[in-house]
């Protein structure tokens, strides 16, 4: 079965930090671009970072200097290692695919649905203040 499952949050205090995995079974990640996304009650979901096929690093401007991603390919897994969090960086954090154009999860004009493959369910990230 092809699937993305995400794992690794939970509840932290403002300035803790979490690692969010995401791992692939049915197909190999290294394959693809992968990205991290976060939905927040009432908003819109948001690219927060990517990691290309040949593991280009790209972020969010709101997380840069503070979310590290990273991919173990002996794994088929890809993390995201969230550090000084924020309040408003609770939401819930989804992986997915991507054919290819990893810039566009984080650029403002978000065309990045148009690379979409595969979503995983989501793993939710509450940061208290």
């Known amino acids: 079965q092809v699937q993305l499952v995400e794992s690794g949050g939970g509840l932290v205090h403002r300035g803790g930090s979490l690692r969010l995995s995401c791992a692939a079974s049915g197909f190999n990640l290294d394959s693809r671009d992968i990205g991290w996304f976060r939905q927040a009650p009432g908003k819109e979901r948001e690219g927060v970072s990517c990691?290309?096929?040949?593991?280009?690093?790209f972020y969010a401007e709101s997380v840069e200097g503070r979310f590290t991603i990273s991919r173990d390919n002996a794994k088929n897994t890809v993390y995201v290692q969230l550090n000084r969090l924020k309040p408003e960086d609770s939401a819930v954090y989804y992986c997915?695919?991507?054919?290819?154009?990893?810039?566009?999860?984080?650029?403002?004009?978000?065309?990045?649905?148009?690379?979409?493959?595969?979503w995983g369910q989501g793993t939710l990230v509450t940061v208290s203040s």
């Open positions: 990691i290309s096929k040949t593991d280009g690093e």
């Open positions: 997915a695919t991507l054919s290819g154009r990893c810039d566009t999860v984080v650029a403002p004009s978000g065309f990045w649905y148009r690379y979409l493959e595969l």
